[in-house]
């Protein structure tokens, strides 16, 4: 059974940082690209950043500059580095792992809460 378990969220002060981490238990991790979405009340969910197994990123605009994503594929862990947050960075934050290649597969972890407030 697949699972991935996101962890790091919490309250932090608008300028502050946060690291998120999800651990994947997911067989040929490394050809699955990786990616973190968030959703906030009201809104649909959207991608934050995403990472392929080649190492290529793509980040969202709002997000560029201030967020890293990185993966160990050693430790079947993706990271999210959340620098200079912002109220608007408020969201529940998701993991996915989405594979193109047969089996064509597309997992969510449950999400971890990230609240920017002063």
């Known amino acids: 059974q697949v699972q991935l378990v996101e962890s790091g969220g919490g309250l932090v002060q608008p300028g502050g940082s946060l690291r998120l981490s999800c651990a994947a238990s997911?067989?040929?991790?490394?050809?699955?690209?990786m990616g973190w979405y968030r959703q906030a009340p009201g809104k649909q969910r959207e991608l934050v950043a995403a990472?392929?197994?080649?190492?290529?990123?793509n980040y969202a605009d709002s997000v560029k500059g201030r967020f890293t994503i990185s993966r160990d594929n050693a430790k079947n862990t993706v990271s999210l580095q959340m620098n200079n947050l912002k109220p608007e960075d408020t969201a529940v934050y998701y993991c996915?792992?989405?594979?193109?290649?047969?089996?064509?597969?597309?997992?969510w972890g449950q999400g971890t809460q990230v609240t920017v407030s002063s």
């Open positions: 997911l067989s040929a991790f490394s050809i699955y690209t």
């Open positions: 990472i392929t197994h080649g190492g290529n990123r």
């Open positions: 996915n792992a989405a594979r193109s290649t047969r089996p064509v597969s597309d997992y």
